[in-house]
T-cell receptor, first 110, second 113 residues
């Protein structure tokens, strides 16, 4: 079983739509969780950390379910600029390394 | 906040040639430093990490090596490149205080021919 699994997509949605991405992870000892955004041929950039109680940052909402080892990202009112690959990330056993999913591709169309 | 510099941005090297990629960090002291590789169609793979000068941990055995000669300098090297070394090499850092949040440099895109 892969450490972090994501639906690769692509998700094609119109502007203004709401879209949700899901992610599962295998290491029940993982302590920290993140969503990163990666534009084509660019470095990943931290979008938001994910907290147990769930957290929101503007149009973005992240949820964590430790029992199911499941993380989600909800994007409301999608913008063209949201088009990117979204990477689900969890900490590994080593405590230093991060395990990255392969990413979910989002294309927002006019 | 920290800034990560990487060079070169792109590189085309023949099989069997040596490699040296450099990463420098500004705006923070004593960071934890990381080298990742992203091959085409694959996720990020951690290659090395360092918690201090001269301290290197390898996550994946291969023909690459890393060194940290200064607090904010991290170097990735190879004596002889393989075709399979092609990929997008990313340097990252964290401050060790922000729950493992890592920040990435702009990366080096390496093509081995």
């Amino acid at each position: 079983r892969k450490e972090v699994e994501q639906d690769p997509g692509p998700f094609n949605v119109p502007e203004g739509a709401t879209v949700a991405f899901n992610c599962t992870y295998s290491n029940s000892a993982s302590q920290s969780f993140f969503w990163y955004r990666q534009d084509c041929r660019k470095e990943p950039k931290l979008l938001m950390s994910v907290y147990s109680s769930g957290n929101e940052d503007g149009r973005f909402t992240a949820q964590l379910n430790r029992a199911s080892q499941y993380i989600s990202l909800l994007i409301r009112d999608s913008k063209l600029s949201d088009s990117a690959t979204y990477l689900c990330v969890v900490t590994s056993n080593s405590g230093y390394a991060l395990n990255f999913g392969k990413g979910t591709s989002l294309l927002v169309t006019p | 906040s920290q800034t990560i510099h990487q060079w070169p941005a792109t590189l085309v090297q023949p099989v069997g040639s040596p490699l040296s990629l450099e990463c420098t960090v500004e705006g923070t002291s004593n960071p934890n430093l990381y080298w990742y590789r992203q091959a085409a169609g694959r996720g990020l793979q951690l290659l090395f990490y360092s918690v201090g000068i001269g301290q290197i941990s390898s996550e994946v055995p291969q023909n690459l090596s890393a060194s940290r000669p200064q607090d904010r300098q991290f170097i990735l090297s190879s004596k002889k490149l393989l075709l399979s070394d092609s990929g997008f090499y990313l340097c990252a850092c964290d401050t060790g205080t922000s729950a493992y949040e890592q920040y990435f440099g702009p990366g080096t895109r390496l093509t081995v021919t």
